[in-house]
């Protein structure tokens, strides 16, 4: 069962992503906990608040990021 802070929780998720959204709509931000996990966008990649460097790495860096979001994501469902 679902408590209040869980319901109050995934509403300020949706209203940060579509902050987010707003203000640079080619840009995907994943939050976890109300906290940017994944930003993609046309200047780069970033992985909690960090850039990524772009080379041999990279794919490796943000496919982890992107697993280890959908883990929470998943673990954080009621």
């Excluded at 990649?45 to 960090?50: A, I, K, Q």
Aim: aromatic share 10%; hydrophobic share 35%; glycine share 8%.
């Amino acid at each position: 069962m679902k408590t209040q802070r869980d319901f109050w929780q995934e509403s300020h998720d949706t209203v940060m992503a579509e902050m987010a959204q707003a203000n640079n709509p080619n840009t995907i931000t994943c939050l976890a906990g109300g906290e940017e996990m994944i930003r993609v966008g046309p200047d780069g990649f970033w992985v909690r608040g960090v850039k990524v460097e772009q080379d041999d790495k990279e794919a490796k860096i943000v496919y982890n990021a992107f697993k280890e979001f959908l883990t929470w994501s998943q673990l954080t469902r009621g």
